[in-house]
């Protein structure tokens, strides 16, 4: 299940628990941005049960609770932090209050499983790091444009059986789709949303680690403009960088709020492709333009074959299922901390680092 | 028609002649490159007539006048470049000497139209810029993955239509097959073939400089890596660059020898993907993964509607009938001499910058 736009993109999957009822409690609180919902869907199929919801916004939590009749609805975030029987605090609050609501997760002695962009300075990331480090608790991050998209996730399996070789490179396309309409006011604000590349980049950054096994790598050149949205003057409506990571390899990628109204069944035309030593993939996440193909599309050439994957509805999102274990366990099998928080790093630095294209300061 | 491998890229178009039989004489000189084939096919449709072919590889040139059975076998350069009834001299010699015989061709009171990359440094650009200004000769320019490809023809097209609004950012991929068996010994030697960047390269910056429209540009990065090609270690097997125009636009390409056997209709998959304020194009220029389409396939999203054209053998390469009246006419409809000589030199400049990723220099 798809939408429109970016902000209300929640896929749904097929239940898959991986433990018992009851086994693992979890909590929303941070009802911003419609990615909760995602998260949310993603734990109760993998097994969880969501005991909770709070956001200081009424019509947040109104809606919220809607759309999940079983969860309870808590009077203050303290409510929530103070029962032992949560083990996760799930949130997508403001883009610039993350970081603090995980700090208070970590210190109520609870795992944090944020919306993307986790962090938006590198003071917020030293934070975070410092906290995880004191506690042993975890920042998890909801990268769901790898963790929540099917493409993505066969992708990772491909290129770990060896499909296309090494893998060299990745270039990430995200366009997105603006629909300034439904945004609130700080979204428009660069001190409160990121940036572009630290906001959505940060999905970007995160797969080109991810696609490449890097452990680490430097951002070589990044920019960001306001090409078209004079209205909103903190609004980046593109950016892109390039990073070179500490294998070898490299990645690109662009990020905008470009997508045309003929897109119709998609926030964006998401494409990611990766180039190995003995072939490539082609992910058409959402749609496949010109076609009457649903999202899923995935392609592969390699020495031996070329082959058009449809993956929707077939692959699923083990991320899920792999976090709640993590956090049972005190594993790091959906994703390791420090990935998480090298991706945000990179973001972050792509951000503060790039050039201005647009308009040329005078 | 296309064969498998770049150096025998040689688009055959319909027949449209500009001029009256016999009104524009040409001759081929320098003809190791298969592309001269289609830079003759190119200005023989528009009404050219081949009269002469030089190259001092017998091989080369035997080879040549099987394909082009009316032309003239000549016995040396200079009788070529002393017959003042040819107009323009094509040639396709090996890449670090096609200045040199641009330099003799207009020397000799005539227009040269070589084969890219057709300068490997700034001091040769020096000269053929020096060599043009002083003469008012032409130093033409056959960037055929935009001037012999429908797709990047008909792209223009629909842009100079308002069909995406206004360009801000060009991605040209540039995957080339490297069958190195079918390679001479100088095409591995990078003071010959100048490096990825600045050799294949050369394509993607002129497209970049073309769909945006802009007169100038600075290389913001580059990268070059020889990832997998150990036994030939001057030879660029990646390479990719971002360019800021001076409009404000952008582009970032990437090239490679990496084309998987898997292709197999193409030598490589090339694409080019070109955002505008109100929609985009996506062009698979050579060939459609995952599907039976022929070249030529064109999908344009903007903000009306989602259009897949097939533009194999409907739009034609203007190009040639345009160069042919550029030299009688003195004008410049085909392409300025500035921009042919700006894309060298943004070409030049990438691989001078470029980064070595891999292997790590030590």
Redesign the interface.
């Known amino acids: 299940m798809q939408e429109m736009h970016g902000m209300r993109y929640a896929p749904v999957g097929r239940s898959a628990p991986v433990v018992e009822p009851g086994a693992f409690t979890f909590a929303a609180v941070g009802l911003y941005h419609g990615h909760i919902r995602g998260m949310c869907n993603g734990l109760i199929e993998a097994g969880a049960r969501l005991k909770w919801a709070y956001d200081p916004n009424p019509a947040y939590l109104d809606d919220f609770c809607k759309q999940f009749p079983n969860v309870q609805r808590a009077r203050s975030e303290d409510e929530v932090l103070s029962d032992p029987s949560v083990r996760l605090i799930a949130g997508a609050d403001e883009t610039h209050l993350r970081c603090a609501l995980g700090l208070r997760v970590i210190d109520a002695g609870k795992d944090y499983f944020t919306d993307k962009a986790p962090l938006i300075s590198l003071e917020q990331l030293e934070a975070a790091r410092a906290a995880c480090a004191r506690t042993g608790r975890k920042y998890a991050v909801y990268y769901s444009e790898r963790v929540h998209v099917e493409t993505a996730v066969f992708a990772g399996q491909l290129i770990a059986d060896g499909a296309?070789g090494?893998v060299?490179?990745v270039?990430a396309?995200g366009?997105h789709n603006l629909s300034p309409a439904m945004r609130p006011k700080w979204f428009f604000e660069k001190a409160k949303y990121g940036g572009i590349l630290c906001d959505i980049g940060s999905h970007n950054v995160e797969q080109i680690l991810y696609y490449t096994g890097a452990k680490d790598g430097t951002v070589?050149?990044s920019?960001i403009?306001n090409?078209?949205h004079p209205e909103y003057p903190e609004l980046d409506d593109?950016g892109?960088a390039?990073l070179?990571l500490d294998n070898?390899?490299?990645g690109?990628f662009?990020v905008?709020w470009?997508t045309?109204?003929?897109?119709?069944r998609a926030f964006g035309?998401g494409r990611v492709?990766i180039?190995?030593?003995?072939?490539?993939i082609?992910q058409r996440k959402y749609i496949n333009?010109?076609?009457e193909d649903g999202p899923g599309q995935l392609?592969l050439?390699?020495?031996?074959?070329?082959?058009?994957y449809d993956v929707h509805n077939k692959v699923g999102y083990p991320f899920f299922g792999q976090l709640i274990l993590d956090c049972l366990n005190r594993t790091e099998n959906a994703m390791t901390q420090d990935h998480a928080f090298k991706a945000a790093e990179l973001s972050i630095k792509a951000q503060m680092q790039a050039?201005t294209?647009?308009?040329?300061e005078s």
Chains 1, 2 share one sequence.
Do not use: C, M, W
């Open positions: 296309i090494r060299l490179q270039i396309l366009p070589v050149s920019q403009a090409y078209n593109f892109d390039t070179a070898g390899a490299t690109y662009r905008d470009f045309p109204a003929g897109l119709k035309d492709f180039l190995g030593t003995d072939g490539y082609e333009i010109g076609t392609y050439v390699n020495q031996d074959q070329q082959v058009h050039t294209l647009y308009p040329k």
